[in-house]
């Protein structure tokens, strides 16, 4: 197992650690059939529309918290 510089990410902050790759064996780039995918493609559509119903919720009902409640409902 050969470690080059090519193999390796640059750190990236996950959190509070950093988080450092390695590919050791990366595939070529190549195009795939709609049928070798149709599940990535159906849950990433899925995703963007939960994201865009969320954004619409948040804009429609606005959220506001009573400070007094929610500070006798957290233990301390």
Do not use: H
């Not at 899925?46 to 969320?54: F, I, N, P, S, V």
Request: proline share 5%; aromatic share 10%; net charge positive.
């Amino acid at each position: 197992m050969n470690v080059t510089t090519e193999s390796i990410s640059l750190p990236k902050l996950v959190g509070t650690k950093y988080q450092i790759t390695q590919v050791l064996n990366p595939l070529p780039e190549k195009s795939r059939a709609l049928e070798e995918c149709r599940g990535y493609v159906v849950a990433a559509y899925q995703e963007y529309l939960e994201k865009q119903w969320l954004e619409e919720l948040k804009k429609k009902y606005p959220v506001a918290v009573n400070k007094d409640v929610f500070e006798r409902l957290v233990k301390k």
